[in-house]
Protein backbone atom coordinates (compact mmCIF):
# COMPACT_ATOMS: atom_id res chain seq x y z
CA UNK A 1 0.00 0.00 0.00
CA UNK A 2 1.17 3.54 -0.62
CA UNK A 3 0.79 6.33 1.47
CA UNK A 4 2.48 10.05 0.90
CA UNK A 5 4.94 7.96 -1.76
CA UNK A 6 5.79 5.39 0.76
CA UNK A 7 5.38 1.57 0.54
CA UNK A 8 2.99 0.59 3.81
CA UNK A 9 2.97 -3.38 5.35
CA UNK A 10 -0.16 -4.86 3.68
CA UNK A 11 0.11 -6.48 7.47
CA UNK A 12 2.09 -5.37 10.82
CA UNK A 13 3.43 -8.20 13.15
CA UNK A 14 3.02 -6.19 15.88
CA UNK A 15 0.91 -3.18 17.56
CA UNK A 16 3.41 -1.29 17.89
CA UNK A 17 4.33 -1.34 14.28
CA UNK A 18 0.40 -0.98 13.21
CA UNK A 19 0.49 2.50 15.35
CA UNK A 20 3.64 3.69 13.67
CA UNK A 21 2.87 3.48 10.38
CA UNK A 22 -1.15 3.86 10.69
CA UNK A 23 -1.24 5.91 13.93
CA UNK A 24 -4.15 3.47 14.87
CA UNK A 25 -4.19 1.02 17.64
CA UNK A 26 -5.02 -3.12 16.78
CA UNK A 27 -8.21 -2.37 18.64
CA UNK A 28 -9.34 0.09 14.91
CA UNK A 29 -9.07 3.29 17.79
CA UNK A 30 -6.77 5.95 15.79
CA UNK A 31 -4.29 7.69 18.31
CA UNK A 32 -5.16 11.11 19.23
CA UNK A 33 -2.34 14.24 18.50
CA UNK A 34 -2.46 17.66 18.56
CA UNK A 35 -0.19 19.98 16.36
CA UNK A 36 1.79 18.12 14.04
CA UNK A 37 2.42 19.42 10.22
CA UNK A 38 -0.21 20.45 7.96
CA UNK A 39 0.08 17.00 6.19
CA UNK A 40 -0.58 15.10 9.13
CA UNK A 41 -3.49 17.18 10.27
CA UNK A 42 -4.88 16.52 6.51
CA UNK A 43 -3.92 13.21 5.76
CA UNK A 44 -3.57 11.66 8.77
CA UNK A 45 -0.96 8.00 9.38
CA UNK A 46 1.15 7.87 12.06
CA UNK A 47 5.31 8.46 12.93
CA UNK A 48 5.62 6.71 9.54
CA UNK A 49 4.35 9.97 7.69
CA UNK A 50 7.16 12.04 8.73
CA UNK A 51 10.34 9.65 9.75
CA UNK A 52 9.70 7.04 6.87
CA UNK A 53 8.70 3.34 6.24
CA UNK A 54 12.29 2.94 7.14
CA UNK A 55 12.66 4.43 10.18
CA UNK A 56 15.76 6.57 8.59
CA UNK A 57 13.93 10.46 8.56
CA UNK A 58 11.70 11.63 5.61
CA UNK A 59 10.84 14.29 3.81
CA UNK A 60 7.98 16.52 5.87
CA UNK A 61 5.35 17.25 3.20
CA UNK A 62 4.44 20.45 2.36
CA UNK A 63 7.71 21.87 3.75
CA UNK A 64 9.78 19.40 1.71
CA UNK A 65 12.95 20.79 2.51
CA UNK A 66 12.57 19.92 6.59
CA UNK A 67 13.71 16.50 7.08
CA UNK A 68 12.37 14.52 10.34
CA UNK A 69 14.77 13.01 12.23
CA UNK A 70 15.61 9.19 12.10
CA UNK A 71 13.46 6.71 14.72
CA UNK A 72 16.02 3.86 13.99
CA UNK A 73 17.09 1.89 17.92
CA UNK A 74 20.47 3.27 16.98
CA UNK A 75 19.44 6.88 16.49
CA UNK A 76 16.49 7.03 19.51
CA UNK A 77 18.63 4.88 22.13
CA UNK A 78 22.63 4.84 21.66
CA UNK A 79 24.80 7.64 21.52
CA UNK A 80 24.24 9.34 17.94
CA UNK A 81 25.47 12.90 16.67
CA UNK A 82 22.60 12.53 13.52
CA UNK A 83 20.71 15.08 13.01
CA UNK A 84 18.94 14.36 16.83
CA UNK A 85 20.04 17.99 17.72
CA UNK A 86 22.48 18.40 20.72
CA UNK A 87 21.13 15.86 23.48
CA UNK A 88 21.83 12.56 24.82
CA UNK A 89 19.90 9.40 23.67
CA UNK A 90 16.62 8.39 24.63
CA UNK A 91 15.22 6.38 27.47
CA UNK A 92 11.59 5.06 28.06
CA UNK A 93 10.86 8.22 30.20
CA UNK A 94 12.52 10.73 28.09
CA UNK A 95 11.03 9.18 24.54
CA UNK A 96 7.42 9.47 25.99
CA UNK A 97 8.36 13.33 27.22
CA UNK A 98 8.98 13.54 23.62
CA UNK A 99 5.98 11.74 21.72
CA UNK A 100 3.68 13.24 24.41
CA UNK A 101 5.12 16.80 25.55
CA UNK A 102 7.28 17.57 22.31
CA UNK A 103 11.03 17.89 24.77
CA UNK A 104 14.08 16.62 23.98
CA UNK A 105 16.23 14.26 26.67
CA UNK A 106 18.01 17.87 27.84
CA UNK A 107 14.30 19.28 28.17
CA UNK A 108 14.55 21.18 24.80
CA UNK A 109 11.36 21.72 23.00
CA UNK A 110 11.00 19.69 19.51
CA UNK A 111 10.04 20.78 16.57
CA UNK A 112 6.74 22.24 16.58
CA UNK A 113 6.05 19.92 13.20
CA UNK A 114 6.30 17.31 16.02
CA UNK A 115 2.66 16.30 16.89
CA UNK A 116 2.10 15.57 20.68
CA UNK A 117 0.17 12.19 20.56
CA UNK A 118 -1.74 10.69 23.53
CA UNK A 119 -1.79 6.67 23.35
CA UNK A 120 -3.02 4.93 25.95
CA UNK A 121 -0.85 3.20 28.36
CA UNK A 122 -0.72 -0.43 26.39
CA UNK A 123 -0.52 1.30 22.95
CA UNK A 124 2.34 3.27 24.06
CA UNK A 125 4.31 0.20 25.54
CA UNK A 126 4.09 -1.58 22.30
CA UNK A 127 5.38 1.72 20.37
CA UNK A 128 7.64 1.84 22.74
CA UNK A 129 8.93 -2.08 22.42
CA UNK A 130 8.60 -1.47 18.36
CA UNK A 131 11.00 1.25 18.48
CA UNK A 132 13.16 -0.20 20.39
CA UNK A 133 13.10 -3.27 18.43
Given at each position: ???GG ?31 NM ?49 GS ?44
Amino acid sequence: MMMGGQTLPLSYNSNGERIYFMGISASGDAIGFSGGNMHLRMMGGGCATCHGANRSGGRMMPEFWKVAPPLTRDALFEEHGDGHGDHGSYDEATLRRAVVRGTDPAGQPLDEAMPRWSASERDWRDLFDYLKS
